[in-house]
């Protein structure tokens, strides 16, 4: 009886902040996101799909997530692989390496990437001086931009996901495939990339999420022409003040992410057997 | 004609030299035992002949091909891990069928028949859907055993595969292994601390020490007739007493004398005592002092002194004597090895 009700209040704090600063504020909101003039209303939805302006929005927001996924899964992989076969003092400093972007202001960081990206900035005037690409040539205010500020701070997330699983594989697994035909890449593919789903799969909901709702980034290197949702709803929230059409706006954000991460977390079951 | 070969391998990591110049060679069918201390480079040994580990000199000939920089996957032998490392996200049928899959062995139906003959012989095909984690350590071991053979490799590694089990399972497999080398006849190179499995199971015992082959022979003359005094102390637990030989007779510390076969060159020397191989007598024969007596269950082992040195010796249980007391012991003069110094 007592440890029950010592469990309860091991669970109380975590418990308090989730309704307070998580169901709480999404209840309001899908409340809002159905509320009217008079009564309860789907105007805002219906605006939502009305042209195919706020649809665009949408679907970019999903594409360059699962873009910034992909990406994340690719770099990340052989990098957790590396960091999980070296000794613990490399294991530690490239550790430090990955997590860096997260320790440096969005600011400052998005910053450094318009220094790199912009018209004048190192890489146009490199490809310039190359003669690969015409005067007005600029990363800046690109998809491109976009996706490499994001992943470079989302990466983090990818690696340590995937490192956590990577490091508790027994090296002896590797060894056996080779021995029995494989050579490094199969050994990959066929043995450490199974083995590796769980973190794979951890890595890639905290990437997918986590770029799906990001607005600061995208803003400041997407520009105003190119929104994603998460943006949108900032506009209509401090400049517009609409603010049932932002909450429309965040449930259907809200729900796209749910479905998409439905089948997904079918799999990681079906992964942890 | 010869499977394996190897030639002056020396392997050093950093400063430490692990394997000192290895010559050794494996006839096609042989099962040979690396027996050693840990430390002794046996394992390192068996990791360069499979080409997880390259090697500082030397060559590595399988089958007469010179294999020394070839990636294991590249080489035609199959090892078995002490942790057997069994796929866990396969089934036991998958794990077997692996090695044949990735080395493109036959047709489809062809590597069924290879996996399910594979498994006949470990008495495993009723397992063959489970999981590997579903299985117990014994069941696991034979799925890699399984694994190992599946492909008929040239040269079958094990590096100490019965470790891990408990003494009844072990001696279980020990038969199974005897039975399975006789039924197939692979060329095998066994890694293993344990002299009982090395003496049981193979056709030739190569003991090593401190990075070098410090023995080669079959297990009855390496342990009957064991060429220096690592090799008796490290086979049978022989006891080493030193001892002055003149004319026949072997004269002991305390000046006690014991008759010595003809032949043994005057001078001083180690005799080298079996503890299976010490009698207790009523009378007569040398006098021990008894330190220990240990409970076996079949019989008992006894911690003596004997002229200074301690010696353990094993005796029927029958034979009861109290710590402290006197024991009379003899040791039929041709089961006593003379070691020079």
């Known amino acids: 009886m007592t440890d029950r009700r010592e469990t309860w209040l091991f669970l109380l704090p975590g418990l308090a902040l989730l309704v307070v600063g998580f169901i709480f504020p999404i209840a309001r909101m899908l409340v809002l996101s159905v509320q009217g003039p008079d009564g309860h209303?789907?105007?805002?939805?219906?605006?939502?799909?009305?042209?195919?302006?706020?649809?665009?929005?949408?679907?970019?927001?999903?594409?360059?997530?699962?873009?910034?996924?992909?990406?994340?899964?690719?770099?990340?992989?052989?990098?957790?692989?590396?960091?999980?076969?070296?000794?613990?003092?490399?294991?530690?400093?490239?550790?430090?390496?990955?997590i860096l972007p997260l320790m440096t202001s969005v600011v400052v960081r998005t910053f450094g990437w318009m220094v790199l990206l912009s018209r004048s900035g190192l890489i146009a005037s490199t490809l310039r001086d190359f003669g690969l690409v015409g005067r007005s040539f600029q990363l800046m205010h690109t998809e491109t931009a976009i996706v490499l500020g994001m992943v470079q701070v989302l990466l983090p997330f990818m690696v340590l996901s995937l490192l956590g699983v990577i490091i508790r594989l027994d090296p002896r697994l590797e060894e056996a495939a080779r021995t029995m035909g494989c050579s490094f890449l199969q050994t990959m593919r066929r043995v450490v990339l199974p083995l590796a789903a769980p973190g794979l799969l951890a890595g890639s909901i905290l990437v997918f999420t986590l770029s799906a709702s990001s607005f600061v980034t995208p803003a400041l290197l997407g520009g105003p022409r190119i929104e994603v949702l998460a943006g949108s709803i900032y506009k209509n929230v401090t400049q517009t003040l609409d603010w049932n059409f932002a909450a429309a706006q965040a449930v259907i954000l809200f729900a796209g992410i749910a479905l998409l991460l439905i089948p997904y977390l079918r799999l990681g079951r079906r992964a942890h057997g | 004609m010869s499977d394996l070969t190897l030639t002056n391998i020396t392997k050093s990591f950093g400063k430490v030299e692990v394997l000192r110049g290895i010559d050794l060679t494996i006839r096609s069918g042989e099962f040979v035992s690396l027996l050693g201390a840990s430390g002794c480079g046996k394992t390192t040994l068996l990791r360069i002949v499979a080409g997880l580990e390259g090697v500082s000199t030397g060559k590595v000939e399988i089958a007469g091909a010179d294999v020394t920089d070839l990636p294991p996957e590249k080489r035609d032998i199959a090892m078995m891990f002490q942790s057997y490392a069994l796929l866990p996200h396969m089934s036991v049928a998958e794990n077997v069928r692996f090695p044949l899959r990735m080395r493109r062995v036959g047709t489809r139906e062809e590597q069924d028949a290879k996996v399910k003959a594979a498994l006949e012989t470990v008495q495993l095909t009723h397992l063959a859907d489970r999981a590997p984690r579903q299985l117990s350590g014994g069941q696991q071991q034979r799925v890699a055993l399984a694994r190992a053979i599946v492909s008929n490799p040239k040269v079958l590694l094990l590096d100490e595969p019965l470790s891990n089990l408990d003494a009844r399972l072990r001696e279980e497999m020990q038969v199974e292994l005897i039975e399975i080398h006789r039924r197939i006849g692979l060329t095998t190179l066994f890694v293993t601390h344990d002299q009982d499995e090395a003496l049981s199971l193979s056709d030739r015992v190569v003991l090593m020490n401190a990075g070098a082959i410090e023995q080669e022979a079959p297990p009855r003359e390496i342990y009957d007739a064991p060429a220096t005094a690592y090799a008796s102390s490290f086979l049978g637990a022989a006891n080493l007493v030193p001892a002055r030989i003149a004319g026949g007779l072997a004269t002991l510390a305390d000046g006690q004398t014991l008759p010595i076969a003809s032949g043994a060159p005057d001078g001083n020397a180690t005799l080298a005592l079996r503890q299976e191989n010490v009698d207790f007598l009523s009378e007569g024969g040398l006098a021990a002092k008894v330190i220990t007596r240990v409970y076996l269950g079949s019989r008992h082992r006894y911690i003596l002194d004997l002229a200074g040195q301690t010696i353990s010796v094993l005796a029927p249980a029958s034979v009861m004597l109290e710590p402290g007391s006197e024991a009379r012991i003899g040791i039929a003069p041709d089961r006593i090895r003379i070691l020079p110094g």
């Open chain 1, 41 to 98: 209303t789907v105007d805002q939805f219906a605006r939502f799909f009305q042209d195919t302006f706020y649809p665009s929005i949408l679907w970019r927001t999903v594409y360059l997530s699962a873009l910034i996924t992909a990406i994340c899964a690719a770099i990340g992989f052989p990098l957790a692989y590396i960091m999980a076969r070296s000794g613990p003092r490399v294991r530690l400093w490239l550790v430090i390496m990955v």
